[in-house]
């Protein structure tokens, strides 16, 4: 996952230092909001929306509320690891 996860964000340019800041929280806790990841990367809440659409984008988070306002990011493919597919 990790060398996946590598390939998938190395030509993000100025916005991978960001991207993998936030991989690393994700690692820790695997659900995440816009506020969360402002304040992860330390930027406003526009750079953060633009993050999080680029990391959907590359199939890294999923919206899983479905709401307008307040949604909750999932990094799947880290969740994945740790469901009992029996």
Do not use: H
Not at 3 to 32: C, H, Q, T, V, W
Not at 52 to 77: P, S, V
């Amino acid at each position: 996952l990790q060398k996946n996860l590598e390939l998938l964000l190395k030509d993000l340019g100025a916005r991978s230092g960001d991207a993998f800041k936030l991989i690393e929280e994700l690692y820790k806790k695997p659900l995440i909001d816009a506020r969360s990841v402002s304040r992860i990367i330390n930027k406003t809440m526009t750079p953060s929306y633009r993050l999080i659409e680029e990391l959907e984008k590359r199939g890294i988070l999923k919206e899983k509320t479905g709401n307008e306002r307040d949604r909750i990011y999932a990094f799947e493919d880290y969740i994945k690891l740790f469901k009992d597919e029996t």
